[in-house]
């Protein structure tokens, strides 16, 4: 079997993803735990044990960059566990490039959020007490559902890597 199918497997699980954060703006553990041992099998069944050791790898990458993020609140603990889940799937490199990659479509889509919410105001105030040092105690926050920044970078990177399934 190719190699390249692997790639189906991200894209399942951030579209599952998306659905339950977009709906809910939450990533049940459940699905998560629903979700891992068929990501097990699947990589398993493709890639074979080095195919499981490589994703343990990214997982525990995912681990490294995710847990600093958690614990100053940029992304939430389902967030984390969708990160850890995916890194499963890929290579280290793979995992890397489509962690960063998602940061400039979670900043334009939080642009396009708080445009649509009519609370830019609040997003430049924000930034001028980040940039004067003020005291943070004040400031609005504004989320997105990270897992759709997360699988427009997946849909980024197998355009940019140029895999194809047919």
């Given at each position: 079997m190719s190699s390249q199918w692997i790639y189906i497997l991200p894209g399942i699980i951030l579209f599952i993803a998306c659905i339950d954060d977009f709906l809910t703006k939450k990533i049940h553990n459940k699905?998560?735990?629903f979700l891992l041992p068929p990501t097990l099998?699947?990589?398993?069944?493709?890639q074979g044990l080095e195919g499981l050791k490589t994703g343990f790898l990214s997982a525990l990458l995912a681990l490294v960059i995710a847990v600093p993020l958690t614990l100053i609140r940029a992304i939430g603990g389902g967030d984390l566990k969708l990160l850890v889940l995916i890194a499963l799937t890929l290579s280290w490199n793979d995992f890397l490039w489509i962690s960063i990659g998602s940061l400039p479509w979670a900043l334009i889509l939080g642009l396009i959020k708080i445009t649509l919410d009519?609370?830019?105001?609040d997003f430049y105030n924000n930034l001028f007490s980040l940039f004067l040092n003020k005291s943070h105690q004040n400031l609005q926050l504004h989320t997105i559902p990270y897992s759709i920044a997360l699988f427009f970078s997946w849909i980024?990177?197998?355009?940019?890597?140029r895999i194809s399934f047919f």
């Open positions: 699905l998560i735990l099998l699947t990589v398993f069944f493709i009519k609370k830019l105001k980024s990177f197998l355009t940019l890597k």
